[in-house]
């Protein structure tokens, strides 16, 4: 070996025990001075001997080529979340089950029984990440993301200064994943905003957020830039044996050169823990890093086996947070924002003041019930709270500070943005044979997409990713393309030339072209993403699923009466007449019509009735849709029997009526259909049944295609081959419904590992359960691959 790989060898090493000293121990051995000293003595040798660089040098963390995109990593074991105890009985009830998992003995008079031991550390508030070490090196890091796949940020996390880019000592597995937080300590978090100021750059809101965009910046220089820190809590994919115990396994990282929290205690019983509980949330001002809670383990590896998990949560495991901060500000102002549906909305402008670590300046009011229900007004001193990441809410008014100039809060006559007349919305209750009508708690908008905020949102809703996906078309372009007003309706984007989309800020060449060859290519939306698009109100994604699975066309969608709607899982009285209504209007008619006219957008999976639905109506149950007083499904289903058809319904007479029915009963039909709206009504009704197919008279189709039609199914726990949307998806396309809850209407229920109440419910109910490789199986009898 040459005297320059000697010294550069001899360097490193010096170098990695000092890092190690300082990060890990909290021991430094020499002074800043003198480790800069022997840095920028590597960095000249490893200058003048580039072919000595190594990836493991401790010069190699200022970040390399900045990158085009994230790949995605799929952990081995996945990342999964803990459960949350926000009091002391939470804490106490969690205790319990472990003591009952574990089968220990219980308290009694005489004692508290048997007493297990748990790992105690503060509950970061950062960003999870996994670091994989193979022979000792770091190969890769990655964010935790839904817990089964991450981004890979190996270039990003290289350049964090207390992440080892090799192992010290001996003995460690040939494969290590450890995991951790990624933070940014408080004096890095305020020496930064202040940089960042300085340089007219953009100031981060908390610790959090700085460290969570630090992170995920596509360049590692600047990453590399940020006083990121990496504290580990625990391990995933591991390849040889480690210590039998959590805190014993993580005082063996901290021995291989992994930085493990510093406030590591371990704690026997549960009253152990609420004592630490309390004393660092007593210090927690004075941590140099912002924490929302404190996490107990298990401490025995064994046990925490035998305890598993649940969904995505261990059963060993829990954080426990600290109550939600409140402070006392001044309400400034109340304005008024709209959204999509044309909501008024109220939001408190407030004196700023720093709640939870975050300075807060406004705050939700939700509506003006809520306003009412609070009795604010401007000037009036308040108390805001603010959750975790939940948007700060206005808790309450403090009375006896309200300024003798405080005003009272009205809503707007005319709308903020476009000057239309604002209205408070309608309830309207159907019941039988009468809708009775209250005032709602929203206020609308009536402007619609003249609105410009209104059409905004609309448009924003209409190429979100699980809409009309259109890639490019973020929300300060939508917002560029309405001001310029290059757009009034979802139609508009389809109408966009490339010299109009260069000319907006942000666009180039490029961009440009990529942006419409978005546009054209999403032309072809399944039927349920276009009817999820329209923005319909009250009807989510999974409302239009039900509707494209079901009715198989958008004319029919359009056309369907509320009482034919209702014929559809999980579409009650009201969502049917909000969909009537959308599709009733003139204005929505315009647009539908533009879109798939002169736009070209050409629906898939649009064709005949589902086999499910057809002749699906009865008479007596369209009877009993109708409503009509004082007649229940019982009485509906006599007159169904006596009179055969709908005709000799309205043609009985009140000798016929009385032979089914009781006098009263008899009575309310005959008057009922007296009245020539309600007559012309059921008419309609039953004509559209049998144009759909789905009259008493019509075919029974064989469900062909779909051999799962009008099942239920549950998916429950981790599914590992896939993810749950996934498993969704190909459900839904062999014709199932899947539900959230177990019940006794459950089909089947697919349970990965973790899989916990639902699974018991199934057990309990005598429900079929399939694991991942039988449910995999059975998807492939019906010709479904992965």
């Known amino acids: 070996m040459s005297d320059a790989a000697q010294r550069i060898s001899a360097l490193r090493n010096e170098l990695d025990a000092h890092n190690y000293r300082y990060y890990v121990l909290d021991e430094p051995s020499i002074p800043d001075a003198e480790y800069d000293r022997l840095f920028r003595e590597l960095q000249a040798l490893e200058a003048a001997h580039p072919e000595l660089v190594t990836p493991e040098s401790s010069t190699q963390r200022v970040g390399g080529e900045a990158l085009s995109a994230f790949g995605e990593v799929r952990h081995e074991v996945p990342m999964l979340s803990l459960g ?191 004592e630490y509980y309390r004393d660092i949330g007593q210090r927690r001002m004075e941590l140099p890093y912002d924490i929302d809670g404190v996490v107990f383990k298990v401490n025995t590896i064994e046990d925490q086996q035998q305890l598993g998990f ?75 709270r603010r959750a975790g990441d939940v948007i700060p809410q206005v808790m309450a008014v403090v009375p006896e500070r309200r300024p003798a100039d405080a005003r009272p809060v009205h809503i707007p006559e005319q709308c903020p943005v476009c000057g239309s007349a604002v209205e408070r919305t309608q309830l309207v209750k159907r019941s039988k044979g009468k809708a009775s009508v209250s005032e709602g708690s929203v206020y609308r908008c009536v402007g619609r997409l003249s609105c410009q905020a209104q059409l905004k949102q609309a448009i924003i809703h209409f190429v979100s990713r699980r809409a009309m996906d259109i890639e490019g078309l973020g929300d300060k372009t939508i917002e560029q393309l309405v001001d310029e007003q290059l757009i009034a309706s979802p139609a508009d984007l389809y109408r966009l030339t490339f010299e ?115 002749a699906i109506a009865t008479l007596g149950g369209m009877l009993d849709k109708l409503n009509i007083p004082s007649v229940g499904p019982g009485a509906a289903q006599k007159l169904a029997e006596r009179f055969v058809s709908l005709q000799g319904v309205l043609g009985g007479d009140w000798l016929d009526m009385r032979q089914a029915l009781p006098e009263k009963q008899a009575k309310a039909v005959r008057e009922f259909f007296d009245n020539p709206d309600n007559a012309q009504r059921a008419r309609a009704i039953e004509e559209q049944l049998r144009d759909f197919g789905m009259h008493w008279e019509s075919e029974k189709k064989v469900a062909e295609g779909l051999p799962l039609a009008g099942q239920t199914w549950v998916l429950t726990g981790t599914l590992e081959l896939m993810s749950r949307d996934q498993a969704k998806a190909k459900l839904e396309s062999l014709g199932a419904k899947v539900a959230g809850s177990v019940s006794a209407k459950t089909h089947c229920v697919v349970a990965g590992p973790g899989a916990g109440s639902k699974l018991a419910k199934a057990s309990e109910l005598g429900v079929r359960v399939l694991d991942e490789q039988a449910f995999i199986a059975c998807l492939a009898d019906y010709g479904v691959s992965l």
């Open 500 to 614: 109009q989309i260069i000319g907006l800020e942000g666009f180039a060449e490029v961009s440009s072209n990529k942006l419409l060859a978005a546009i054209e290519d999403s032309k072809r939306p399944t039927l349920a993403r276009f009817i999820y698009a329209l923005g319909i109100p009250d009807v989510g994604e999974e409302t239009a699923k039900v509707l494209a699975r079901s009715l198989a066309s958008l004319a029919r969608v359009r056309q369907a009466l509320p009482e034919v709607l209702t014929y559809l899982p999980d579409i009650g009285l009201e969502v049917a007449h909000e969909i009537h209504s959308f599709f009733g209007d003139a204005h929505n008619q315009r647009v539908i019509e533009a879109l798939l006219g002169e736009s070209g957008l050409q629906l898939q999976e649009e064709g005949e009735l589902s086999a499910e639905f057809s």
């Open 84 to 274: 949350n105890a926000f009091d002391d009985n939470d804490l106490l009830d969690f205790d319990r089950r472990v003591r009952e998992g574990l089968n220990l003995p219980g308290g009694d008079l005489f004692g508290g029984g048997a007493e297990v031991a748990y790992s105690c550390e503060p509950k970061l508030d950062g960003l999870a990440v996994s670091l994989r070490y193979e022979n000792g090196q770091l190969v890769r890091g990655a964010t935790r993301g839904d817990g089964s796949t991450g981004e890979d940020i190996s270039s990003n996390v290289r350049t964090i200064r207390n992440v080892p880019l090799r192992l010290q000592g001996e003995g460690w597995p040939q494969v290590l994943e450890v995991r951790g937080e990624v933070y940014m300590p408080k004096a890095g978090f305020e020496a930064l905003n202040a940089r960042q100021a300085e340089g007219g750059g953009k100031t981060f809101a908390n610790p959090r957020n700085a460290a969570a965009g630090s992170l995920r910046q596509l360049d590692p220089k600047i990453t590399a830039s940020r006083p990121l820190e990496f504290c580990c809590y625990g391990v995933g994919q591991v390849s040889g044996e480690l210590p039998a115990t959590q805190v014993g396994m993580l005082e063996q990282l901290k021995v291989w050169g992994i930085p493990i929290s510093r406030e590591l205690k371990l704690a026997k019983g549960v009253e152990a823990c609420l």
């Open 310 to 384: 649940r969904a995505r949560t261990p059963h060993w495991a829990i954080a426990h947070k600290f109550p939600a901060q409140e402070e006392l500000t001044e309400l400034l102002a109340v304005e008024f924002q709209v959204g999509r549906t044309g909501a008024v909305t109220p939001v408190a402008r407030l004196k700023p003041v720093k709640v939870a670590g975050v300075m807060v300046a406004n705050a939700s009011l939700h509506n003006m019930d809520e306003v009412a229900r609070l009795g604010v007004m401007i000037g009036d001193t308040v108390i805001i």
